[in-house]
């Protein structure tokens, strides 16, 4: 069988390393590697037609490859990488993200080669996470993201973008080591003939429930930073703040979907009884980053700490349709993690866009923009109104499964979220009123609207938001067609 997996790893490679080495070719060496990337991604969705099932009760996986890698007596470690339907879809979302990022920066003129190199380094982590099944190997590409969004904060952010590096860098980091901890200890405790996910998902089985109820909550801790949920949020807004567009279009867009993925593949796949057993808990946590993720939006004025804080609501609702435990629950947070992906890497270009074309990003500060600069107009409210849920709009099917998973198990809970999407709805369009309508306020004489590449960019995330709102059965079917239609 045709390694495809190892050959996208291999273009990705490639790219990135002569893209470092291209000088002011680089942008269009990460161009053509990215549009390669998105045709290989293809290839796999082609080949992906139904998903392989279970043997032996063990999930099997797409385009599985595994080979020897470490093997020191009782220690075995493989280089195993697979898909299925939830990493499909995610890889699918890295390929786009890709793509818009590069088009957003074309103009990048400060260090581009390094700029560009170090978006293809991150997403080349991404697309590592999202197809690792060793233990080990997962955990090697999860740390391999965090050094190029590092450096791209540090170098390229504003102000305070040492200050935002170095936190971003530190909560995370220490939380990946509780992961990796909790990872080994799932290993160790239930003697796994290896670090594969396969054997880890066999021995794992015959854990006791108070041990998987422990190791489940170091992994939820591990993931959670990453989400970020509530308390360990703090990290989010600065990094975002600070960090320039394209650092916070991948960053919003695939990084917060590497702690979901993870809680999802590591934890909620391979110790369901520890889950059942801290529901309450995962509820409470995903309720208080939903209302207190809305609540610090209301109150934002710089209009990119206001999509920050409305991305903790968003992730707070992936949380919940995880910690529900059922088939439409996993479904309905994988089509959420997907549309976030992309409503959020626009509203950050379009933050990024109006802090270009107005020197500010302050909503009071402006108004009335819509004459002068009709096309960014338009990106706002198609974000925004993508944001707060519009039907035909690619959040509207994932919230609304994300609601019908929630009341399906805890009934009239469901206002919660219910409510707090409204008040989500009133941030929006309150910020829409202020910017795009009335008389004209803190525009320039000079104001002209975005120039084409980073109307490119908003443009391909503004088509996969119509396209998937209108057929979202394009991801739901592949998500089916995975380990998520089959547990609990």
Known sequence: MFPAISFILLTLVAGTVVTFLSGRYARWVALVTSLAFLGEVSYLLGSYTIWPGTLGGVPLFSQSESYAWISLGWLHI???VGVDGISLVLILLTAFLQIATVLYSWNETHEPAGWFGLVLLTCLGCFGVFVALDILLFFLFWEAVLVPMFLLIGFWGGPNRRYAALKFFVYTHVASIVMLVGLLAVAFYSHAASFDFADV??????????IQVVLFLSLFFGFGVKFPVVPFHTWLPDAHVEAPTGGSVLLAGLLLKLGAYGLIRWAVEILPTGLSHVQPLLYAIAFASIIWGSVLSL????????????????????????????????????????????VSALLFMVSGSVHHTFGTRDIASLGGITPRTPVLATMVMIGSLASLGLPALISFPAEFTALLATWDRL????TIPLIILVVTAAFYIWMMQRLLFGPEKGVPADAQDIPWYEGAGMGVLVALTVLYGILPFLLVNLIANSPVATFP
């Open 78 to 80: 493989n280089y195993t």
């Open 201 to 210: 998902f066999t021995a794992a089985q015959g854990l006791a429930a108070p």
């Open 299 to 342: 109150s934002q004025r710089d209009l990119k700490r206001l999509v920050a804080y409305s991305s903790i609501n968003h992730m707070g609702i992936v949380l919940l349709a995880i910690a529900v435990d059922t088939q439409l629950g996993l479904m309905a947070a994988v089509l959420l993690m997907f549309a976030h992906g992309i």
């Open 411 to 414: 009934g009239y809970w469901v």
